[in-house]
C-alpha cells in the first residue's frame, strides 16, 4: 500500500472548504497502528499524533519530557496504516522554541522520516515566526491555544484560560496573528465556550475544540479518553463513548483464571 494520500484522502483545504459550509470536523489522537487501522476504516477526518503520548503511551506524567524521536517513532506507527484521515504530529516541547532554523529541521524531520502531512505547535505571537518558516517551506501548520500543555508551568496548572478581560483579548490577538501567519487550523483548549465562538468567526480557518464548547468548527479528544481506558478520569469536557478499561480488566482476569483452571486451551486451540 502506497505511504501517500489517495483520492479520498483529506487535505488542509478541505478542511477550510468544511469550515465554510458549516460542516463539521472530527479528529482523535492516535499514537500506533494497532489503532491507527481502526480510525482508517471510521469516519474521522484528522489523526493527532499527539504529544499525550507521554502521558498515554509513555507512562510520563506530562508531555513535557516527549522528544522527536519519540513523535517520529509513534507517527511513524500510525502513517504506515492510516491513509483517509490527514495525519498532523505534534511537535514536543523545545523542539521548536529555541530558534525558527530549529523549527524547520525538526518539522523537516516530522514531515520526512514519519511521513506526516501537518505539523501542530503550541503558543501565540511568539511561534509566528517560525510559523510563516514552516509554512513558506510547505509544511502545514495547526495552531494551539488556551491551554497548552507544554507550558504548564507557567499557567500554574491544567485549567481553563482566558478568563479574564486581558486573558480573553490576549487569546484572540494570537489567535488572529496566527491565521494570518498562514495556520491552516487552531485547536481552542479549555477556553470559555463564547470566546471559543467569537475566535471561530473571527478567523478564517477551523477552530478545533477540547473542552472549548460546540461553537468550534471541530472537535479532537484523546482517543483513550473517549473510550474509556481510564475510570479515574473524568474532566468536564470528556464524553466517554465506551468503557474500555473495563472491557479490557475482565477479559484479562477471564484468560487468567482459564489458564490457571486449565479450560484454556481446549482440543479447538491445538494443533
Ligand atoms: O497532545 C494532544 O493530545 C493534544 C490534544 C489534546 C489537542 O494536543
Do not use: W
Not at 507512562?59 to 513535557?64: E, K, M, Q, R
Request: aromatic fraction near 6%; include cysteine.
Amino acid at each position: 500500500m502506497s505511504r501517500y494520500a489517495t483520492r479520498d484522502s483529506i487535505t488542509t483545504a478541505q478542511l477550510l472548504k468544511r469550515k465554510h459550509a458549516g460542516e463539521r470536523i472530527s479528529m482523535v489522537t492516535c499514537y500506533d497502528s494497532a489503532f491507527g487501522r481502526i480510525v482508517e476504516e471510521s469516519p474521522i477526518d484528522v489523526v493527532l499524533v499527539g504529544d499525550s503520548l507521554g502521558n498515554v503511551m509513555l507512562g510520563f506524567d506530562s508531555t513535557l519530557p516527549v522528544t522527536v524521536d519519540h513523535m517520529i517513532h509513534h507517527a511513524s506507527a500510525v502513517t504506515r496504516v492510516v491513509r483517509r484521515p490527514l495525519v498532523v504530529v505534534d511537535m514536543p516541547f523545545m523542539s521548536y522554541q529555541v530558534s525558527v532554523e530549529d523549527a524547520l529541521r525538526n518539522c523537516g524531520r516530522v514531515i520526512k522520516e514519519a511521513s506526516a502531512q501537518a505539523v501542530k505547535l503550541e503558543g501565540g505571537s511568539r511561534i509566528v515566526p517560525a510559523v510563516k518558516a514552516l509554512v513558506d517551506a510547505g509544511i502545514p501548520v495547526m495552531g494551539h491555544l488556551g491551554l497548552t500543555p507544554q507550558s504548564v508551568h507557567t499557567l500554574g496548572g491544567y485549567k481553563v484560560q482566558g478568563k479574564g478581560a486581558d486573558a480573553r483579548k490576549a487569546i484572540i490577538e494570537d489567535a488572529l496573528m496566527l491565521a494570518e501567519a498562514g495556520i491552516f487550523a487552531l485547536v481552542l483548549e479549555m477556553v470559555p465556550a463564547e470566546l471559543a465562538a467569537e475566535i471561530t468567526r473571527k478567523i478564517a480557518v477551523p477552530t478545533i475544540g477540547i473542552g472549548a464548547g460546540a461553537g468550534c468548527d471541530g472537535q479532537v479528544l484523546v482517543l483513550h479518553d473517549l473510550l474509556g481506558f481510564d475510570q479515574d478520569f473524568n474532566p468536564k469536557f470528556l464524553k466517554k463513548y465506551a468503557n474500555l478499561g473495563e472491557a479490557i480488566g475482565g477479559a484479562l482476569t477471564k484468560y487468567d483464571k482459564e489458564v490457571k483452571s486449565g479450560t484454556f486451551p481446549t482440543a479447538k486451540n491445538e494443533f
